[in-house]
């Protein structure tokens, strides 16, 4: 998963670009669930907020690293939710 750090300029333009709709507006920043986070595998070859968030705050989980085997497998579980 990625993570929103605190430079966030809370500027929307991250959570329509989200293919999983994991973005949404916190308390003081916009915030990431983690849960929905597939760093945009399955969908794209680049996290699409990260290419779109104009002040580049957002970065890799250092708490919560996945491999990229285990990326498509929750992008395979979100399918099956729908
Ligand atoms: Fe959404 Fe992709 Fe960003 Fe994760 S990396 S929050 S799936 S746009
Ligand atoms: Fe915050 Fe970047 Fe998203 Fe804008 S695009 S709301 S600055 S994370």
Redesign the pocket.
Known sequence: ??LITNVCINCDV?AP???????SQGEFIYE??PR??????G??EE????VVCPVEC?IPDPQRPESRAALQLKYAALMAEK
Not at 17 to 23: E, K, L, V
Not at 36 to 41: A, F, Y
């Open positions: 998963s990625l991250c670009a989200c293919p999983n709709d994991a973005i990431i669930e929905r986070c597939t760093e945009c595998v969908h794209h996290p699409q907020c990260v957002i």
